[in-house]
């Protein structure tokens, strides 16, 4: 079955500087990659995905980038801001064939400091 | 939006009980999920199911069952609850893959702290 690693476990940096989340899976058949974040006492929220035949999506300050060949993908927030503070969670699933629930990586806490 | 209640925010219940986590969604939708979150652990799959009374075994079912008698409810069974059971429990919705805004993205309830004693 699928497998995902996801580094670092956590993550500080300071208000305004840009913050990287890598990921990498197991399944070549795998084809969708969504990122969710966690704030404090809430579940999971899908903010950005990307699918395996486009290698880059855009969504204001935040950025997710797929290396199919490489089997990683990787999450890019610019210019962060204190509410960006939360864990990160990338995970991937074959959304065609196979068991298509989403594989979860093992999260990422990220801390802006102000 | 699509709104995923979980019943309990926090339970607290005893080595041996059988305990129900009740998870119900208000959009519809066919494929539901439990996961439970661990720290360091990420989320792992326990159970889903892509329709009523359909059911798969995620990754780690041992000592949980479910049980999908409408559409929209999906509910977690511990059949003798243990301390190593001790958890986060998150329910999810997965939307249709062709249906805006999120086309196929899940939609999570707030999650439900189970402490076994």
């Known amino acids: 079955g699928e497998n995902v690693e996801q580094h670092p476990s956590t993550l500080s940096v300071q208000e305004g500087d840009s913050a990287v989340i890598k990921c990498t899976y197991s399944?070549?058949?795998?084809?969708?990659f969504p990122w969710y974040k966690q704030e404090l006492g809430k579940g999971p929220q899908l903010i950005i995905d990307?699918?395996?035949?486009?290698g880059e999506k855009k969504d204001q300050r935040i950025a997710v980038t797929l290396n199919k060949t490489a089997k990683h993908f990787s999450l890019h927030i610019t210019e962060t801001q204190p509410e960006d503070s939360a864990v990160y969670f990338c995970a991937a699933s074959n959304r065609l064939t196979g068991r298509r629930a989403l594989t979860f990586g093992s999260g990422t806490r990220l801390q802006v400091q102000p | 939006d699509v709104k995923v209640t979980q019943s309990s925010r926090y339970l607290v219940k005893r080595t041996g009980e059988k305990v129900f986590l009740e998870c119900v969604q208000d959009?519809?939708?066919?494929?539901m999920f439990w996961y439970r979150q661990d720290p360091g652990l990420g989320l792992r799959l326990i159970y889903f199911s892509y329709d009523v009374k359909m059911k798969e075994k995620g990754d780690i079912p041992e000592g949980y069952s479910v049980s999908r008698e409408k559409k929209e409810r999906f509910s977690l069974i511990l059949e003798s609850a243990s301390t190593n059971q001790t958890s986060m429990y998150l329910c999810a919705s997965k939307s249709p893959v062709d249906s805006p805004p999120s086309f196929g993205g899940y939609t999570f309830g707030s999650g439900t702290r189970l402490t076994v004693v």
């Open positions: 990307i699918r395996s035949n486009v």
């Open positions: 959009m519809d939708h066919e494929n």
């Open positions: 399944d070549s058949a795998s084809n969708y």
